[in-house]
């Protein structure tokens, strides 16, 4: 998945271990438009929610899943992190695409 389709999309479920530390987040595939995704597939990984700001840490190689992560840089190859940011601005329904998107299947 290189991110220059806007048409790609992967849905992923996702468990939470907040007693762990670092807390912890498990992502198992669901579906995907993207040719080569594993339904089942998991990846591994750490989170921390500050105010409003989320960092993620995946131990991801594209391909299999590597072991979790234990710290929130990514010092390993395969381990990608991301900081999200709640946007102060309100969106609308529409600008998120949710009507676009297929439905999820249980």
Same mark, same amino acid.
């Given at each position: 998945?290189d ?19 670092? *807390?912890?987040? /498990?992502?198992?595939?669901? !579906? ?5 995704? &594993? @339904?089942?597939?998991? =990846? ?28 929130? *840089?990514?010092? /390993?190859?395969?381990?990608? !992190? ?5 946007? &102060? @601005?309100?969106?609308? =329904?529409?600008s ?10 249980p």
């Open positions: 998945f991110g220059t389709d806007p048409d790609d999309e992967i849905v992923e479920r996702f468990t939470l271990n907040p007693a762990k530390t670092p *807390k912890q987040i /498990d992502f198992t595939g669901v !579906s995907s438009t993207i040719t080569g995704y &594993k @339904k089942g597939g998991k =990846e591994l990984g750490i989170y921390k929610l500050e105010g409003d700001t989320l960092t993620l840490t995946i131990g991801w190689t594209g391909k299999s899943a590597v072991p979790r992560p234990t710290v929130f *840089k990514p010092k /390993d190859e395969g381990v990608r !992190s991301f900081k999200f940011v709640r946007s &102060k @601005k309100s969106i609308s =329904e529409d998120t695409g949710v009507s676009q998107r297929p439905p999820l299947v």
